[in-house]
């Protein structure tokens, strides 16, 4: 017979005296009396991040902006005078996007379960009612996805919603055997760009084993499709629009925690970022951290962590790191990711150091990783470290424990430093 190892605890209680019990009562009353920490714990928040852009200079100088004119069609216009911006969220940011292409594009069209009312985080909320365009189609993914693959193949623009990334993959067989060959498969013959499939994704901090993953490498092997996932507001607006005017289709995974935590002053008028291209967020010279979406804020958590750490931690930081010059690159486009912009980072740091939600086992970091041993490995004064989710599924309340944050990205960082 087989005793529970809480069975002798439970029988100590039940023996405690009436008066041990209250005052057993009394101290977990007080323990927990406290007032709770905040969601995000004691350390700055997104809202608070320095990487957004909060007023109008710092928006129409983003890095690799271009401007597009009225039709889209003239040369580009570099000139910032004049231009507006508004306050807007990253869920704003990507509508505006779309609006503008629905405005101009005569053959554009949304359709996806439920964005004729806004789908479930409101990005499509009044397009419809503004354009006349719109579906409430069929919540089975794999059929859509072929009607998906005929609007486009017919000179169309076809943006389509999948509701959470998590339920792509009934759409797998279309887009990785049907969409990204079909240029090739046609010998050049046909055009098989202007199919963007926009699709939340990341964690949320309870959406557990069903809303929470981040499936962006089980595409990595698809050549021919390409995998955008934003920061921010200005980088959701400005790469969506590249996205969707890109000859080649794409998978845009929107973080969903950052619809509406991330705020900017976003540029009203007509631009695209180059994808692609990894963008340097933080310039450094000892090490690089390399990561995309939800976790550029806890890269950025953890570099001020490093450099001026909390009491709790301070004994844990030693002081010659604090100085340590730390480089935080955004990949932005995961596939193909921006292979020259890393390897010069990691010639120049000599250290790399990958963060990513998904789980370790073929990881995009995975990919990351070779390719950089590959091509700096003697350049290389530490191993490449992966800072990922553990090779399980999110589970609901434990999600926190699953998904990489600051504490696990500064272990990382000093464990690297030190080797």
């Not at 009312?117 to 189609?137: D, H, I, K, N, P």
């Not at 790469?239 to 619809?259: C, G, H, Q, T, W």
């Not at 970091?365 to 599924?393: C, M």
Request: proline residues 7%; aromatic residues 8%; charged residues 20%.
């Amino acid at each position: 017979m087989t005793i529970s190892p809480i069975a002798p605890a439970v029988r100590a209680a039940r023996r405690m005296s009436p008066l041990t019990l209250s005052k057993s009562v009394a101290r977990r009353w007080e323990s927990t009396g406290a007032e709770p920490p905040p969601a995000d714990g004691h350390l700055p928040s997104v809202a608070s991040s320095r990487i957004l852009r909060s007023t109008r200079e710092g928006a129409l100088r983003t890095p690799g902006i271009k401007w597009l004119d009225e039709h889209g069609s003239s040369p580009l216009q570099n000139t910032i005078g004049g231009r507006e911006t508004r306050k807007m969220n990253v869920y704003q940011a990507i509508r505006d996007a779309m609006g503008i292409v629905l405005a101009k594009d005569d053959t554009a069209i949304i359709f996806g379960e439920d964005v004729a009312f806004g789908g479930v985080f409101r990005c499509t909320m009044g397009l419809a009612e503004e354009s006349g365009t719109g579906f409430q189609y069929t919540s089975i993914r794999a059929r859509y996805r072929g009607f998906w693959d005929w609007y486009r193949n017919d000179g169309q623009t076809a943006i389509a919603e999948i509701q959470f990334s998590d339920y792509i993959f009934p759409a797998f067989d279309q887009l990785v055997n049907e969409a990204a060959k079909y240029r090739y498969r046609s010998g050049g013959q046909f055009n098989v760009g202007r199919l963007t499939v926009r699709t939340p994704t990341m964690s949320v901090g309870h959406g557990g084993l069903y809303h929470s993953q981040s499936p962006e490498g089980f595409f990595m092997g698809a050549s021919g499709l390409k995998i955008v996932i934003p920061r921010s507001p200005i980088q959701a607006k400005g790469l969506l629009l590249a996205s969707i005017r890109d000859p080649n289709p794409v998978i845009f995974m929107e973080p969903k925690i950052l619809y509406r935590s991330a705020i900017e002053q976003v540029p009203i008028d007509d631009f695209e970022l180059p994808l692609g291209r990894a963008e340097v967020l933080v310039p450094g010279a000892d090490l690089t951290l390399l990561t995309w979406g939800t976790p550029v804020y806890h890269c950025e958590t953890a570099l001020g962590m490093l450099a001026d750490p909390p009491a709790s931690l301070a004994p844990l930081v030693p002081e010659m790191m604090r100085s340590a010059r730390v480089e935080l690159i955004d990949l932005r486009t995961v596939l193909p990711w921006d292979v020259e912009t890393v390897v010069e980072s990691v010639k120049r740091t000599g250290r790399l150091v990958i963060v990513h939600e998904a789980s370790r086992t073929a990881g995009v970091g995975a990919e990351i990783a070779a390719e950089i041993q590959s091509k700096a490995l003697l350049e290389l004064d530490a191993p490449v470290r992966r800072v990922t989710g553990w090779d399980t599924p999110v589970g609901l309340q434990y999600e926190k424990f699953i998904i990489p944050d600051s504490i696990r990205i500064l272990d990382a960082i000093m464990e690297t430093l030190a080797f």
